[in-house]
């Protein structure tokens, strides 16, 4: 169990709509990281949060977005989906990560979502 | 566009035998280089992280990985396998500039009792 959670484990929609997936860090970690994990793109990065700030966007489509709340926890939002979202969601937490020094990120158990 | 590649997608071997899985990557700046395992129905967990110093790390499990910088290369090693070894793993990149994180498309190891 590396600490960090997410909810929900699975989620099954339908294209167009919107789902918000959830992810708890471990206690102190300040940094967020999620990610997206296909079987024909393997896994890519999405966002970086710190302590409530966004740090660094990777391949992350206009139709994404995501948050850091007070509390530290993230969500990240996936709006007019399309059958092509469907994969796993990994968020990923580590203490630091608000300078150029990265932390070692330990990662949640992922949101399965499939979009029929 | 920056790319890590894993040239073995999936490895057979049995126990006992030794491991070499090849990462090479594609950026020519500062990285931050980490080998992750996923065992079956587990979460990615972190092997082997490579900052600064010594290109030769070891991580967990025995594992090790030697980061070559002219060759771009960050290969992960094994010396004997285990049954319990088996898994999927993942090289990644962290290129500082610009914090952004590359993984490569992972390698699927079984190994045969």
């Known amino acids: 169990d590396s600490g960090v959670t997410q909810t929900p484990k699975h989620l099954i929609t339908a294209t167009g709509q919107r789902v918000t997936l959830r992810c708890s860090p471990r206690s102190g970690d300040l940094s967020v990281y999620w990610y997206q994990q296909s079987l024909d793109q393997g896994l890519q990065f999405l966002i970086h949060?710190?302590?409530?700030?966004?740090?660094a966007k990777g391949n992350i489509l206009e139709r994404f977005s995501a948050q850091q709340f007070p509390d530290l926890h993230s969500e990240l939002n996936l709006s007019s989906l399309e059958l092509g979202d469907s994969a796993l969601y990994f968020c990923?937490?580590?203490?630091?990560?608000?300078?150029?020094?990265?932390?070692?990120?330990?990662f949640g158990p992922g949101t399965r979502l499939l979009v029929l | 566009a920056q790319s890590v590649s894993q040239h073995n997608h999936h490895v057979i071997l049995s126990e006992a035998a030794s491991l070499e899985l090849g990462c090479n990557y594609s950026?020519?700046?500062?990285?931050?280089l980490f080998w992750y395992v996923q065992y079956p129905g587990q979460h990615l967990q972190l092997l082997l992280k490579y900052f600064s110093g010594d290109p030769l790390v070891k991580g967990i499990k025995g594992f090790e990985a030697e980061f070559i910088k002219s060759k771009f290369s960050f290969n992960l090693r094994k010396p004997s396998v285990q049954w319990s070894d088996t898994a999927e793993y993942f090289c990644?990149?962290?290129?500082?500039?610009?914090?952004?994180?590359?993984f490569g498309t992972g390698t699927s190891l079984t190994v045969i009792p």
């Open positions: 949060y710190y302590n409530g700030e966004e740090r």
């Open positions: 990644a990149v962290n290129a500082l500039t610009g914090n952004q994180f590359y």
């Open positions: 990923a937490s580590s203490v630091g990560g608000g300078g150029a020094v990265v932390e070692t990120q330990y």
């Open positions: 950026y020519g700046g500062t990285v931050n």
